[in-house]
Nanobody, 126 residues
């Protein structure tokens, strides 16, 4: 079992930055690829960014490339999402998730992920 707890969300003006953190319980954090997803009201949950176990490979949704950066610190059981140049359309609940199967590349499919956090709200005002 892995428990994930996100933090760092909040209200920010367009053009601003936020850094989300996701702390995992247990000693097996390094065995999971980690993904960040988001869900806006009335929309499906969508992939934002992901990072494999070693941290050597990352992937991003086209909508956030060049603005968001995913990273991880396996010693701290933590994955981060640095979000810069935020736009109102980035407003959503952001979730981190753990995938035990991905080896060389993360997957953007939510059903692949084994564990999910409770989410943190990010609101970007115009």
């Amino acid at each position: 079992q892995v428990q994930l707890v996100e933090s760092g969300g909040g209200l920010v003006q367009a053009g601003g930055s936020l850094r989300l953190s996701c702390v995992a319980s247990g000693r097996t954090f390094g065995s999971y690829a980690m993904g960040w997803f988001r869900q806006a009201p009335g929309k499906e949950r969508e992939f934002v960014a992901g990072i494999i176990r070693s941290g050597l490979s990352t992937d991003y949704a086209d909508s956030v490339k060049g603005r968001f950066t995913v990273s991880r610190d396996n010693a701290k059981n933590t994955v981060y999402l640095q979000m810069n140049s935020l736009k109102p359309e980035d407003t959503a609940v952001y979730y981190c998730a753990a995938d035990s199967t991905a080896l060389v590349r993360v997957t953007a499919t939510p059903s692949t992920y084994d564990y999910w956090g409770q989410g943190t709200q990010v609101t970007v005002s115009p």
